[in-house]
């Protein structure tokens, strides 16, 4: 990819816009999806999400003109050690979330997902070496004090939130080390992962137990279509990132926690506490603060340097 092509203002910043927010929505809706697989085994629904998008990702891949990055990446040992290790990562983050959703656990999704960058800001700082902005600071500890009112006023810690939040979180940072795009870097982690769901599967199938087939044609179709809804919303964060600044992205992936959390409280009616309220309020204040610090900081960086888009480096390791 040629850097210099960031330097130029993007003819049509609206096509960015609707790029990215329908991934950003589709991934809010996916409860929706999930829901329907609800009778099936969290651990089953992952293992046909890793084999169904392995195969539907291999046109995907071709049609892009990207099959020789894949064969290149699968050449170097490293590359292929941390894209199982981010492979494990994302599928236990996928295992989690599916398991919350069919558990009557949204809002917890919800809430992780929220919390999911300012997790992002503490482990740069623990491990890049970045430096944090006084507003950041702000943000993240009020974040912090959210979490504690929350297992304080609730007698229970939000596990499920966080660990939402940390593991997307450092599957990110890892994904910073391989130089490799979001496309191919699924291809390659759902590769590696492919072969022991398949062995997963047929195990099943032989116990009589899968619910593929035997749970009806409905399931079927569904468990098959969770390659689309792993791969198109990706599809669509990659050309919107194309064509927004950083600081747009950064406004924009909060569209999904916030359908998560209206379906939630307004679809599925969870239980919505005083104390849950309080804490998404404090959650939603920290991202204000965090958000509003970023695109200002991001604005100053882009006068300085002169750049009107992101640098690939920057919109490398998207989202899920």
């Known amino acids: 990819m040629n850097p210099a092509r960031f330097s130029k203002p993007d003819p049509s910043p609206l096509s960015g816009v609707a790029f990215a927010l329908t991934a950003f929505l589709i991934w809010g809706a996916s409860p929706v999806y999930w829901k329907v697989l609800v009778d099936v085994p969290a651990l089953e629904i992952i293992s046909h999400r890793m084999?169904?998008?392995?195969?539907?990702?291999?046109?995907?891949?071709?049609?892009?003109?990207?099959?020789?990055?894949?064969?290149g990446v699968l050449r170097k040992p490293r590359a292929v050690a941390l894209l199982l290790l981010t492979g494990l990562l994302v599928a236990a983050n996928w295992l989690l979330y599916i398991w919350a959703v069919n558990h009557d656990l949204v809002l917890q999704a919800s809430l992780g997902y929220y919390?999911?960058?300012l997790v992002n800001v503490i482990l740069g700082a623990l491990f890049l070496g970045e430096r944090l902005r006084r507003f950041q600071y702000g943000a993240v500890l009020l974040a912090g004090a959210a979490v504690v009112y929350l297992t304080v006023s609730l007698g229970r810690?939000?596990?499920v939130s966080?660990?939402?939040?940390?593991?997307?979180?450092?599957?990110?940072?890892?994904?910073?080390?391989?130089?490799?795009?979001?496309?191919?870097?699924?291809?390659?982690?759902?590769?590696?992962?492919?072969?022991?769901?398949?062995?997963?599967?047929?195990?099943?199938?032989?116990?009589?137990?899968?619910?593929?087939?035997?749970?009806?044609p409905r399931i079927s179709f569904f468990l098959t279509g969770s390659a689309l809804v792993t791969a198109l919303p990706l599809l669509c964060f990659s050309l919107g990132a194309r064509r927004l600044t950083l600081a747009s992205l950064g406004f924009l992936q909060y569209v999904a926690p916030s359908c998560m959390f209206l379906l939630g409280v307004l679809v599925y009616e969870e239980p919505f506490s005083a104390a849950q309220v309080k804490t998404f309020l404090m959650i939603w204040a920290a991202l204000a603060v965090y958000s509003l610090d970023s695109a200002l900081f991001y604005r100053r960086h882009a006068a300085a340097s002169g750049l009107t888009r992101p640098s690939p480096a920057l919109t490398r390791g998207a989202r899920k």
């Open 162 to 216: 966080l660990t939402l939040a940390v593991t997307f979180g450092i599957y990110g940072l890892i994904r910073k080390t391989v130089a490799v795009g979001a496309l191919v870097g699924l291809q390659v982690e759902t590769a590696l992962l492919s072969l022991p769901a398949l062995a997963y599967l047929g195990a099943l199938q032989a116990a009589g137990t899968a619910a593929f087939a035997a749970g009806g």
């Open 157 to 159: 810690f939000p596990w």
């Open 51 to 71: 084999v169904w998008s392995f195969l539907f990702l291999l046109p995907l891949l071709w049609w892009q003109g990207r099959w020789p990055e894949f064969i």
């Open 115 to 117: 919390i999911n960058p």
